[in-house]
């Protein structure tokens, strides 16, 4: 990518992510970025194509985020729960929730590409905690994979609440998880 392409890739996360995607406009992205509108339709072709780039980005560095917090993990069973300890990381700096989730609920239509990349995301991780039950053994996995996904997706939606949520629903994603893994299942 160019550097004004990747100016105007940042200032479109920090303007989408902070005020929101249908509240932003093009020129304001093009002026947060020091570029015309011109180059940033040369680089990105409208601005449909820019916020599925956004969250493009964004996604790659939650899935290295997890990754990397399932790879510190001492055992299978323990890395079932990793991406818990991943959102607790990642939360501190996202203070504005879920951009997936905020992006699932300004683009409800599944056409647009953002909301794919949105969807996808959340596929994603339901596909991990089901990879990563099977590896621990977990009776069900994909039954686990759902109920997992569900919970984190609760912690992350009341992550602006003044709740701190996480250590519980974590305490319930661990307990789930010894369920499935303990002996005569």
Known sequence: MTPAGRRILAAAEELFYHRGITAVGVDLIAEHSGVTKRTLYNRFGSKEHLVAAYLTE????????????VDACDSPAEAVTAPFEALRTWSGSNT????????????????HPAHRVAAHQ???LRDLFAELATAAGCSHPDALATQLLV???GAVATQPLA??????????????????TSPGR
């Open 58 to 69: 964004r996604d790659r560095r939650w899935r290295a985020h997890v990754r990397a917090a």
């Open 122 to 124: 959340k596929l994603w």
């Open 151 to 153: 919970l984190h997706e």
């Open 96 to 111: 504005r929730g879920c951009a997936f989730i905020n992006a699932l609920a300004e683009l409800p239509d599944p056409s």
């Open 163 to 180: 709740l701190d949520t996480l250590p519980e629903t974590a305490g319930l994603a661990r307990a789930l998880v010894r369920a499935g």
